[in-house]
């Protein structure tokens, strides 16, 4: 049975920083590529950043420079770095592992909101 369990969401002022976390189980982890979306009220899922299993990072064009995506796989861990936090950062986080199309798999998500 896959699982991932994302933490580290929480209430945030602008300029702020958080470190989301997400437990990986069920998979071999070190030949996932690794990735975190998020969900706005409203709007869809989009794509934050991506980690391949060579470590090879990949972001959205908005949070390029504060974010930071990286895994541990020794401990099946992959984190989200976020600093300088905006309010239109506010949404919910999803933890993804994607392997092919049918091998693909999200955590529930945790709630980032960025506010004063």
């Known amino acids: 049975q896959v699982q991932l369990v994302e933490s580290g969401g929480g209430l945030v002022q602008p300029g702020g920083s958080l470190r989301l976390s997400c437990a990986a189980s069920g998979i071999i982890f070190s030949i996932y590529t690794m990735g975190w979306y998020r969900q706005a009220p409203g709007k869809q899922r989009e794509l934050v950043a991506t980690?391949?299993?060579?470590?090879?990072?990949n972001y959205i064009y908005s949070v390029k420079g504060r974010f930071t995506i990286s895994r541990d796989n020794a401990k099946n861990m992959v984190y989200l770095q976020m600093n300088s936090l905006k309010p239109e950062d506010t949404a919910v986080y999803y933890c993804?592992?994607?392997?092919?199309?049918?091998?693909?798999?999200w955590g529930q998500g945790t709630q980032v909101t960025v506010s004063s």
């Open positions: 980690i391949t299993s060579g470590g090879n990072t």
């Open positions: 993804n592992a994607h392997r092919w199309d049918w091998d693909n798999y």
